[in-house]
């Protein structure tokens, strides 16, 4: 897992961060950017006009801005931002029927980037892990993801990948395909458990990941069922609400008798 830097710079941490909201999750209104970013809107409005200015960014007549011809040059996934509003209010009442910390993931090639985080209230949970990007293989919602392909999908993702072993990874998405969910026990950050699950959408399987993640100090084999339960319930609802779409949040036309 990539660290913060000791001595980052957090305006080219936000800077970065809004460039890959901009090209991941689409259009994009100042006082959104302000938000997702947890800064002031004249702070938000300068690091537009700076992503503007180098080609990252432009704005549209309707005054929201939009990736630039920097970023539409690179490889990026479908807009997921409708899909983080349908998955935030059932992510809340996950939290509220567990008690623990819910995250909604991506797959990005051979990472999976979180786009939405609702922390528990507990004093010690595992914290906001929104706009992180971790290796897929290690994240509890990426064993479940790359579970849905085959394995000559596997091998090709990480034919030059000499960190990992490959044989280990079938094995490891072999019982994930078997089982349903996946596990992430320490493998990212040391004391901190989760369990993924993924989600699937009306045309895309597997469009994304949700999880479950606690201290591993709370963390239980006897409660496994439970929270697998809960996750599963989740998923479902998703689900359902993504199939009154084209399942990215777009309402689908119902068809003529």
């Given at each position: 897992m990539k660290n913060k830097p000791t001595y980052s710079i957090d305006s080219v941490d936000h800077a970065l961060r809004l460039a890959g909201l901009l090209q991941q999750e689409g259009p994009l209104r100042v006082a959104d950017a302000a938000e997702r970013l947890g800064v002031a809107r004249s702070t938000a409005h300068r690091l537009l006009a700076m992503l503007v200015y180098r080609d990252f960014a432009e704005q549209n007549a309707d005054r929201r801005y939009v990736a630039g011809s920097v970023l539409r040059h690179l490889p990026g996934v479908e807009p997921i931002a409708q899909l983080r509003s349908i998955a935030l209010p059932h992510l809340q009442r996950l939290v509220d029927q567990t008690g623990e910390t819910a995250n909604l993931m991506v797959l990005l090639g051979k990472y999976v980037r979180f786009v939405a985080t609702i922390e528990c209230s507990h004093i010690l949970r595992v914290g906001d892990r929104e706009g992180r990007m971790v290796p897929a293989y290690?994240?509890?919602g990426g064993p479940?993801?790359?579970?849905?392909?085959?394995?000559?999908?596997?091998?090709?993702l990480y034919a030059d990948d000499r960190e990992i072993d490959l044989a280990a990874l079938r094995r490891t998405l072999r019982q994930t395909r078997k089982q349903g969910f996946s596990i992430n026990d320490q493998a990212t950050e040391a004391g901190m458990t989760a369990i993924g699950h993924a989600i699937n959408g009306p045309s895309r399987p597997a469009i994304a990941a949700l999880s479950l993640a606690m201290p591993t100090v709370r963390y239980a084999r006897p409660r496994l069922p439970e929270w697998v339960a809960a996750l599963r319930g989740t998923v479902r609802k998703i689900e359902q609400d993504l199939d009154t779409t084209d399942g990215w949040g777009h309402p689908t036309t119902p068809t003529q008798a």
């Open positions: 290690l994240a509890s479940a993801l790359l579970a849905r392909r085959s394995d000559a999908e596997i091998d090709a």
